[in-house]
C-alpha cells in the first residue's frame, strides 16, 4: 500500500502541514504511521478521510463536529458522500440565483435592464441572516453583540472606511511575518495593534481575543475568509494571538 508524506498529503490536498499537525493533535486526522525520526505518513484510507473532512468545512461545520460524525460507529462513506452532494448542490443553485442578480444589476446599471428593487435582492437568503446573527448572540454576550453593532453603525463613512483600511493593513503585515515565530517581537507588536483595532467594535477581554484566535483557525467562516488572504494565516493567527493572552494574562 503507497504510503504519503505530509508534504505530500498537504500539497494533494491543498492545506498546510501546520493545518496536518493541528489535525493530528486534536485526533480529527491522525497519520498511518509515524516513523522513527517523527515523520509522519498516511494511507488511501486517510486521504478519503481528509476529503470527507474537507467535504464538511464547506458545509461549516466545525472541526469538533466533523471529528465526532467521522469517529460514529455507523458512519458510512458513500451514504455521507451523497448528503454532501445534496447539501452542495443546493448552495450551489444559491449561489446561480446570486450571480444571476449579479449579472442583472450589470445590466440594470448600464441602462440595458430594467429590475424592480425587490428583484435586486433575488437569491438572498434572509433565514441564513437570521441564522448568523443568532450564531452570534449564542456565541458571545448578545448585549455584547448589539452595542458594538450600534457603536459601528453610529460611525461615518469616513471613519468606517479608516477602521476597515487599519484593519486590512493589520492582517497584510501578519501576512509577510508567515516566516517569523509566533513569539516574535515583530508578530506579537503585529498582535498588539490587532487588540487595539478589536477596540474600535468593544473592549474585549483576554479570554475573548484567545476565542477570537480560536475562531480564525477552526470557524469554518472565519478560517474560510483569513485562508483567502494566505492558506497559512488562520493557523498562525491563532498561534500568535494565544502567545499574546498568554504573556498579558
Known amino acids: 500500500m503507497r504510503m504519503y508524506t505530509i508534504k505530500q498529503l498537504a500539497d494533494m490536498a491543498n492545506v498546510s502541514r501546520r493545518t496536518l499537525r493541528y489535525y493530528d493533535q486534536?485526533?480529527?486526522?491522525?497519520?498511518?504511521?509515524?516513523?522513527?525520526?517523527?515523520?509522519?505518513?498516511?494511507?488511501?484510507?486517510?486521504?478519503?478521510r481528509l476529503q470527507q473532512i474537507r467535504f464538511y468545512q464547506e458545509l461549516d461545520f466545525s472541526l469538533d463536529d466533523i471529528r465526532k460524525i467521522l469517529d460514529r460507529s455507523d458512519f458510512n462513506a458513500l451514504q455521507s458522500?451523497?448528503?454532501?452532494?445534496?447539501?452542495?448542490?443546493?448552495?450551489?443553485?444559491?449561489?446561480?440565483?446570486?450571480?444571476?442578480?449579479?449579472?442583472?444589476?450589470?445590466?440594470?446599471?448600464?441602462?440595458?435592464l430594467e429590475m424592480d428593487n425587490k428583484d435586486l435582492f433575488a437569491g438572498f437568503d434572509e433565514a441564513k441572516q437570521k441564522e448568523y446573527a443568532a450564531e452570534a448572540e449564542r456565541r458571545w454576550d448578545a448585549k455584547k453583540v448589539r452595542e458594538s453593532n450600534e457603536r459601528w453603525n453610529g460611525l461615518?463613512?469616513?471613519?468606517?472606511?479608516?477602521?476597515?483600511?487599519?484593519?486590512?493593513?493589520?492582517?497584510?503585515?501578519?501576512?509577510?511575518?508567515?516566516?517569523?515565530?509566533?513569539?516574535?517581537?515583530?508578530?506579537?507588536?503585529?498582535?498588539?495593534?490587532?487588540?487595539?483595532?478589536?477596540?474600535?467594535?468593544?473592549?474585549?477581554?483576554?479570554?475573548t481575543l484567545r476565542g477570537l484566535g480560536q475562531g480564525y483557525a477552526h470557524d469554518p467562516a472565519f478560517r474560510a475568509t483569513f485562508t483567502a488572504m494566505h492558506p497559512d494565516l488562520p493557523d498562525f493567527l491563532h498561534e500568535a494571538i494565544t502567545v499574546y493572552c498568554d504573556n498579558n494574562g
Do not use: C
Open 26 to 48: 486534536i485526533d480529527l486526522l491522525k497519520p498511518t504511521a509515524v516513523a522513527d525520526n517523527g515523520y509522519r505518513y498516511y494511507n488511501q484510507d486517510t486521504i478519503l
Open 81 to 112: 458522500l451523497h448528503t454532501q452532494k445534496e447539501a452542495l448542490q443546493q448552495q450551489a443553485k444559491r449561489l446561480d440565483r446570486l450571480i444571476d442578480t449579479i449579472d442583472k444589476t450589470i445590466l440594470h446599471l448600464e441602462g440595458k
Open 156 to 207: 461615518t463613512r469616513e471613519q468606517k472606511a479608516e477602521i476597515m483600511q487599519e484593519g486590512s493593513q493589520v492582517y497584510s503585515d501578519m501576512v509577510a511575518q508567515l516566516g517569523s515565530a509566533p513569539d516574535s517581537e515583530v508578530v506579537q507588536a503585529i498582535v498588539a495593534r490587532w487588540h487595539q483595532h478589536i477596540r474600535h467594535f468593544y473592549e474585549p477581554t483576554l479570554d
